[in-house]
T-cell receptor, first 115, second 114 residues
Framework: AQSVTQPDIHITVSEGASLELRCNYSYGATPYLFWYVQSPGQGLQLLLKYFSGDTLVQGIKGFEAEFKRSQSSFNLRKPSVHWSDAAEYFCAVGARREYGNKLVFGAGTILRVKS | EAQVTQNPRYLITVTGKKLTVTCSQNMNHEYMSWYRQDPGLGLRQIYYSMNVEVTDKGDVPEGYKVSRKEKRNFPLILESPSPNQTSLYFC?????????????FGPGTRLLVL
């Protein structure tokens, strides 16, 4: 069965500092991987996705993520955090057409940005 | 504009009073799902549908029903809501085509069951 682990429940970074959010997944085949962001009181916004090919994927808002098969990881990075990045971030693995393209989500990481 | 809509966005109800949350998508997607979001648990799939009249249970189906009579609509029905169904609900749609497996999420419905 698929599973996603986000080891950090909360992370606090200073504005302008770099950011890395960790994500580890368990999936039997080549995974489809996603990062979503949820601002307070808002819905989910897709930041980026990995289906195949280049293991470093670029997303919106200056985010990128790197797929490392050997480590079963898909960590999200940003070189310089802005105060508006404060939100909850979810990593998800896709079931690839099974179960209606089901996504299995991690528990989320809440990012706080201090000025 | 491609979108998934949900109604209502906010709902307060009492235990046992039947309610329906509607979901509609305008992208002609075959697949639709319902998820619930709870703190510390992320989102979990409740039910999914892979086409009209084809529905199946997800990971947390207890206490919920769905129907898919039209391709664009996928309502979530709580026949006898209980307080443990207080949650944030998201509807999602997608296509089975290659590289199309990105879920488009609705804005969410926040439900409080008293």
């Amino acid at each position: 069965a698929q599973s996603v682990t986000q080891p950090d429940i909360h992370i606090t970074v200073s504005e302008g500092a770099s950011l890395e959010l960790r994500c580890n997944y368990s999936y039997g085949a080549t995974p489809y991987l996603f990062w979503y962001v949820q601002s307070p009181g808002q819905g989910l916004q897709l930041l980026l996705k990995y289906f195949s090919g280049d293991t470093l994927v670029q997303g919106i808002k200056g985010f990128e993520a790197e797929f490392k098969r050997s480590q079963s990881s898909f960590n999200l990075r940003k070189p310089s955090v802005h105060w508006s990045d404060a939100a909850e971030y979810f990593c998800a693995v896709g079931a690839r057409r099974e179960y209606g393209n089901k996504l299995v989500f991690g528990a989320g990481t809440i990012l706080r940005v201090k000025s | 504009e491609a979108q998934v809509t949900q109604n209502p966005r906010y709902l307060i109800t009492v235990t046992g009073k039947k309610l329906t949350v509607t979901c509609s998508q305008n992208m002609n997607h075959e697949y639709m799902s319902w998820y619930r979001q709870d703190p510390g648990l992320g989102l979990r799939q409740i039910y999914y549908s892979m086409n009209v009249e084809v529905t199946d249970k997800g990971d947390v189906p207890e206490g919920y029903k769905v129907s898919r009579k039209e391709k664009r609509n996928f309502p979530l029905i709580l026949e006898s809501p209980s307080p443990n169904q207080t949650s944030l609900y998201f509807c999602a749609s997608s296509s089975p085509g290659q590289r199309q497996e990105t879920q488009y999420f609705g804005p969410g419905t926040r439900l409080l069951v008293l």
